[in-house]
């Protein structure tokens, strides 16, 4: 089945404008034209996906670009990509690491401010600041 590039946008929640960026940047190298139309297949679905993730995780526009010309290589750059993948992965774990220790904060505030309101006053709970988690922890 073959999908516009409006239809695309909206099973992919981004804008057209979105896509076309990509395409002008050449981070959709499969994407076939139609009397000058892009024409999105089933398998684009994969890469756009994959794609999606890389700028979730704010992959530089370089980068991705690096990696969309090593797939065009072919199989001699396996490790070359699986090197740029182990890369990133390592990125999202710091990542993750960094926003669980935002979690415990904000968790830590929740609670301090549930029993604030419930006492009426801050005053009934600055001794908990004593235990509150560290950024650096």
Known sequence: MSYTI????????????????????????????????????????????????????????????????????????????????LQQKQIILSQVEELNKCLKVFEFKEEYYKKAIAAGSEKAVEDMMEHAPKLND
């Open 6 to 85: 409006k239809e695309v946008a909206e099973l992919m929640n981004v804008s057209t404008a979105t896509l076309r960026y990509y395409d002008d940047e050449g981070l959709l190298p499969n994407i076939k034209r139609v009397n000058g139309r892009r024409v999105f297949e089933e398998e684009d679905f994969k890469w756009l996906k994959l794609l999606s993730c890389m700028k979730e995780i704010n992959m530089p526009i370089k980068k991705i670009r690096e990696y969309v010309q090593l797939t065009q290589q072919g199989d001699s750059t396996l490790q070359a990509r699986f090197e740029m993948i």
